[in-house]
C-alpha cells in the first residue's frame, strides 16, 4: 500500500442561525455535525439505528466500523452508550477512518463543551502522532479499542482485515466529498459484514443506497434526524457468503472455557503471545527450557527500541513505526510506576547526510515531529548530551527498556501460568488438542492453541515433528558490553548508528553489539569487546583508545532468531504437506495447521529489535487466534506471515512453468512454419 502524507485539518468555528458555533471544514464547506448535537445524531442514526446498545448486549466482544471520524464525537457516543450499559459486551472494538484528522490542540479545543469532557480528555491524551498506520488507542483497560486509520478510505478500507458488526457511514454530503460515498466502495463493505451486520447513515442518497445493496445489504428507510425526514438502515443478506481463505480471519469455534493458549518459551515473544491472548480473554500456560522466564536472547541488561526511516516508507518502514509506537504506547505506564526499567525520551540515531538532504526528505514524506525529526550535529549534541560525530534522525517515540523486566511485566499482566525447567523435544496434536512432548514422550501441557514462540526452538520442533516445514530461522551471535560507573560520558539517551550506546540505572554504560551469522562460541571474546567500544568510541560516550577500556569491560552473549527478510513470523504455521491450490501464491490462500478446534502458531525471528518487536506481535498473534480484528494493514499482516517464504516459491515455480509453457508453445509454432 502506498502511502501519503497527512494533512491535518483545520478547526473552523461557523456561527448558525440559531447562534450555535459549529466545526466547520473549509475544504468540504460543510460541518461536522447537525446543530441539534453531535452525540443525539450519533444516538439517533448510528446507535439507535443499527440496533444498539440492545445488539452487544450478553456478547463478548462487538465491532464497529465507521468512515469518517472526524471529531470523534460518534466514538465517543458509543463509549458513553457502552458505559452507560450494565448488559454491555465485553469488549467494544470501533474502527475508523480519517483521511484529514485534527492535531491534538485542536481536538481538545473542538470538545470544550463536549457532554462527556471526561472521555473527551482521554481520547486527546491519546491521540497518535498524525502520519498514515493503523493506530491503536486503548480504554477502560484495553476493553474499549479505538483502532484508527489515518489515511484515504478508498486506500484503507480494502486493508482492513476484521468481522464487523455495525457500519457507521458518515462523512460530508455525497456532493461534498464523493469519493467517501463511492458506489464500489460502499460495496466492499460485504467483505468485512459478520454474519447480522447492519449498517446506518443520515444520507439516502441513491448511490448510497445502491452501493449497500451491491454489497449485500437490505437497505431500508426510518425517519431522519433534525430536519432530515429519512435515513438509512440496513442489515447484511448476501445469497451467498463466501468462505474465509486458510489464512484470513478464523474464530474458533470453542467454549470460553476452552479458550487455552500453551506457549512454548518464556522469552519476549512467549510472553507477547500470553500478553496478546490474555487481552482476548484467553489463558494461557506458558513453558521454558530455562527455570525463569528471559533467560534467553532477552536476558540483556537493556534494548533499544524505534522506528526506522526510508525514502520511500515502504512496508517494511511501516511495520517497524506501527511497532514502535505500540511499544511507546504500551510501557508508557509501566515505565512511569516503576516496574520496567527504561526511558521513553527519544532516541538518536545518527547519519552521516547533510542537513539539506535530510530535511528535504522530512519534507517529502510529511512525518509529523513528534515521530521523527531531523537534528543537526550541533542540535545531536545537545540532545544526547555527548559528542556525537553528527547530525541524526530524532525519534521522539523510541528510548529503551529492560527486557527481563519487560517480559515479567507481561507475563504478570496476562496472568499466565510460567512452568520453568520444561524443556520441549516433540509436538503431535490428538482429540483437537496441541501437544508438547519431553524427550520420552510424555506430555508436558496441552491446549488447543499451541504457539511457538521459543526462537531458534521452534525451527527445529517443526522440522522434528515433520509438521510442516522447518521455520526459514538462523542464529546470529552477540556480543554485549556493559562498564562499570566511571570515566564513561553517559548520554541522555540511547545513541544508535552502527552500534549503539545507552545509560543504564547506577551510571553502568551498555555499548553493542556485534553481529555474527552462524557463529556458536559461548565465550565472551575480548576482541568482541574491542569492537563495541570502538563503535561507543565513534558515537561519542568513550574517550582515548579502545584498549584502554577493555580490562574494565564485561558483557553477554546471547543469539537472535532471524529471518531471510530480518521480519519477524507471527501467525499460523504452513501446512506443507496439503495440497496448494490453484491461486495458492497467495500468501492467504496457503493451508494451515489450524481449523475451527485450534491450531498451530508461530511467533519467532524478532532478531536484534525483539524490544520493539514484541507489543504489536502480541495483538497480531492474538488477531491470528482469536479472529479479532487485524491490528496493521493487509499488506504488513502478509509481510510478518509465516507462509511468505514458502508463497514466494511457489510463485517463481509458476513463473518456470509458465516460461517452460511459454518455450514449448514457441518450438511449436517454429516447427508448424517450418
Not at 485542536?106 to 463536549?114: T, V
Amino acid at each position: 500500500m502506498k502511502t501519503q502524507p497527512i494533512v491535518p485539518a483545520a478547526l473552523v468555528l461557523r456561527s448558525s442561525p440559531q447562534g450555535r458555533d459549529l466545526p466547520w471544514s473549509p475544504g468540504f464547506d460543510d460541518v461536522y455535525h447537525a446543530e441539534a448535537g453531535a452525540f443525539e445524531q450519533a444516538r439517533h442514526v448510528f446507535l439507535a439505528g443499527n440496533g444498539l446498545p440492545a445488539r452487544w448486549q450478553g456478547r463478548e466482544s462487538f465491532v464497529v466500523l465507521e468512515t469518517g471520524f472526524g471529531l470523534g464525537n460518534n466514538f465517543l457516543a458509543t463509549w458513553d452508550a457502552w458505559q452507560a450499559d450494565a448488559q454491555r459486551c465485553g469488549r467494544l472494538v470501533f474502527i475508523s477512518i480519517e483521511k484529514h484528522p485534527f492535531t491534538r490542540e485542536d481536538l481538545r479545543r473542538a470538545h470544550a463543551g463536549s457532554p462527556r469532557p471526561d472521555l473527551a480528555a482521554q481520547l486527546a491524551d491519546a491521540w497518535p502522532p498524525l502520519m498514515p498506520n493503523l493506530h491503536q488507542l486503548d480504554f477502560e483497560g484495553g476493553r474499549v479499542r479505538l483502532l484508527l486509520g489515518l489515511g484515504d478510505v478508498a486506500d484503507l478500507l480494502p486493508q482492513l482485515l476484521a468481522e464487523v458488526d455495525a457500519f457507521f457511514l458518515d462523512g460530508f454530503a455525497p456532493a461534498r466529498n464523493p469519493q467517501m460515498w463511492d458506489e464500489r466502495l460502499l460495496e466492499r463493505l460485504g467483505r468485512l459484514a459478520a454474519e447480522g451486520a447492519t449498517a446506518a447513515t443520515w444520507s439516502v442518497a441513491r448511490g448510497v443506497r445502491d452501493g449497500l445493496a451491491a454489497g449485500g445489504f437490505v437497505v431500508e428507510r426510518r425517519p431522519g434526524f433534525a430536519g432530515k425526514r429519512d435515513m438509512v438502515a440496513a442489515h447484511h443478506a448476501p445469497h451467498y457468503r463466501p468462505p474465509a481463505p486458510p489464512g484470513g480471519l478464523l474464530r474458533p469455534a470453542l467454549a470460553a472455557g476452552e479458550r487455552r493458549a500453551l506457549v512454548i518459551g518464556a522469552g519476549l515473544a512467549g510472553a507477547a503471545a500470553a500478553f496478546g491472548l490474555a487481552e482476548q480473554g484467553w489463558t494461557c500456560t506458558v513453558l521454558d527450557r530455562a527455570a525463569e522466564p528471559a533467560q534467553g536472547a532477552s536476558g540483556n541488561p537493556g534494548g533499544l527500541f524505534h522506528g526506522v526511516m526510508h525514502p520511500d516508507d515502504g512496508p517494511h518502514a511501516r511495520a517497524h513505526r506501527a511497532a514502535a509506537l505500540a511499544t511507546a504506547s504500551l510501557v508508557a505506564p509501566w515505565l512511569a510506576d516503576g516496574s520496567v526499567a527504561g526511558q521513553l525520551a527519544g532516541l538518536l540515531r545518527l547519519d552521516t547526510q547533510g542537513d539539506d538532504d535530510a530535511l528535504r526528505l522530512v519534507d517529502r514524506l510529511g512525518l509529523p515531529a513528534d515521530y521523527l525529526r531531523w537534528l543537526t550535529r550541533e542540535q545531536a549534541v545537545a540532545a544526547a548530551g555527548i559528542d556525537v560525530p553528527s547530525g541524526g534522525w530524532w525519534f521522539a517515540q523510541g528510548g529503551w527498556l529492560h527486557p527481563g523486566d519487560y517480559v515479567r511485566a507481561l507475563l504478570g499482566a496476562a496472568r499466565a501460568e510460567v512452568l520453568g525447567n520444561r524443556e520441549v523435544h516433540g509436538l503431535r496434536r490428538e482429540h483437537h488438542r496441541w501437544q508438547a512432548l519431553d524427550a520420552q514422550g510424555q506430555v508436558l501441557g496441552e491446549a488447543p492453541v499451541l504457539v511457538l514462540a521459543n526462537g531458534l526452538g521452534a525451527a527445529g520442533l517443526l522440522a522434528a515433528g515433520a509438521l510442516a516445514e522447518a521455520a526459514p530461522l538462523s542464529a546470529v551471535r552477540g556480543q554485549v558490553t556493559l562498564l562499570d560507573p566511571g570515566r564513561a560520558t553517559l548520554p541522555r539517551v540511547p545513541v544508535a548508528g552502527g552500534g549503539y550506546v545507552l545509560a543504564l540505572p547506577g551510571g553502568r554504560l551498555l555499548c553493542g553489539a556485534t553481529s555474527q551469522d552462524g557463529d556458536a562460541d559461548a565465550a565472551l571474546r575480548e576482541a568482541d569487546h574491542l569492537h563495541n567500544l570502538r563503535q561507543a568510541l565513534r558515537l561519542g560516550a568513550l574517550h582515548g583508545e579502545a584498549e584502554d577500556w577493555a580490562g574494565q569491560a564485561h558483557g553477554r552473549v546471547g543469539w537472535r532468531a532471524t529471518t531471510p527478510d530480518r521480519l519477524p513470523l507471527i501467525g499460523a504455521v504452513p501446512d506443507s504437506h496439503a495440497v496448494v491450490r490453484a491461486r495458492g501464491e497467495q500468501v492467504r490462500l496457503l493451508p494451515r495447521l489450524r481449523d475451527g478446534h485450534g491450531g498451530l502458531y508461530l511467533l519467532a525471528g524478532l532478531g536484534s529489535r525483539g524490544i520493539g518487536w514484541t507489543a504489536l506481535a502480541a495483538r497480531l498473534l492474538a488477531s491470528w487466534v482469536t479472529g479479532a480484528p487485524c491490528p496493521v494493514e493487509l499488506d504488513l499482516r502478509d509481510a510478518l506471515d509465516p507462509a511468505r517464504f514458502q508463497a514466494r516459491r511457489v510463485r517463481q515455480a509458476a513463473r518456470r512453468a509458465s516460461a517452460f509453457a511459454s518455450g514449448l508453445s514457441s518450438e511449436n509454432t517454429a516447427g508448424s512454419d517450418s
